[in-house]
């Protein structure tokens, strides 16, 4: 079975600059999570899917990161424009819903953003 | 008080050695328990589910107690593989019926040859 698939796997950019980031969930999985992981501490959810609603975005920071999920499978996570606090590894998950108390997710291998 | 709490740690033990890790929630409410384990520079994987009777896999086990609201892992027998950051995740239902989940800032386990 593939695994979650998430490109670029690294981006250097400049503060300023926009950047986006994608992810394909494993087939079936209906929740889809985008975390921002800083060095050294645990991954901060950043916005959460059912299929194509969202129902958790209580710490994206909405007034330069957006996210969608149009058609219920793949994601796109935008940073627009990129802070030098930005810097982070930003990890993609799924599981197959998050309305179960079980839900384990399956992260993607992350993209790696350098801002400068 | 942060949601999720656990030592940093690192916690460096020699080969064969049994280790200990805490993490403590703070909503009494929160619902399903779990502990990640996360490579450097890889992505966090499961490593167990907690329930409330308390679980073993293999060398692991994993408990939780409510009335302190903590959760823990004991890893029996270290082996130098078992060297990575342990992160602590607690799901608690929201007001529309999903599950959010808070991670730990992990707590980092080297052991030493």
């Known amino acids: 079975e593939a695994g979650v698939a998430q490109s670029p796997r690294y981006k250097i950019i400049e503060k300023r600059q926009s950047v986006a980031f994608w992810c394909n969930p494993i087939?079936?999985?209906?929740?889809l999570y985008w975390y921002q992981q800083i060095l050294g501490q645990g991954p901060k959810l950043l916005i959460q899917?059912?299929?194509?609603?969202?129902?958790?975005d209580s710490q994206l920071p909405k007034d330069r990161f957006s996210a969608e999920r149009l058609k219920g499978v793949d994601s796109t996570l935008k940073i627009q424009p990129a802070k030098l606090e930005d810097s982070a590894v930003y990890l993609c998950?799924?599981?197959?819903?998050?309305?179960?108390?079980?839900?384990?997710?399956?992260f993607g291998p992350g993209t790696r953003l350098t801002v400068l | 008080r942060k949601e999720v709490e656990q030592d940093p740690g690192p916690f460096n033990v020699p080969e064969g050695a049994t280790v200990a890790f805490n993490c403590t929630y703070s909503?009494?409410?929160?619902?399903?328990f779990f502990w990640y384990r996360q490579d450097c520079r890889k992505e966090p994987k499961l490593l167990m589910s907690?329930?409330?009777s308390g679980n073993e896999d293999g060398r692991f086990t994993a408990q939780l107690n409510r009335a302190s609201q903590y959760i823990s892992l004991l890893i029996r027998d270290s082996k130098l593989s078992d060297s990575a950051t342990y992160l602590c995740?607690?799901?608690?239902?929201?007001?529309?019926?999903?599950?959010?989940?808070?991670f730990g800032t992990g707590t980092k386990l080297q052991v030493i040859p």
């Open positions: 909503n009494s409410a929160s619902q399903s």
């Open positions: 998950a799924s599981s197959f819903s998050s309305q179960s108390s079980y839900n384990e997710q399956f």
């Open positions: 899917f059912q299929n194509n609603g969202v129902v958790d």
């Open positions: 907690v329930y409330s």
């Open positions: 087939s079936g999985h209906a929740t």
């Open positions: 995740v607690v799901n608690e239902m929201n007001s529309g019926g999903y599950q959010k989940v808070t």
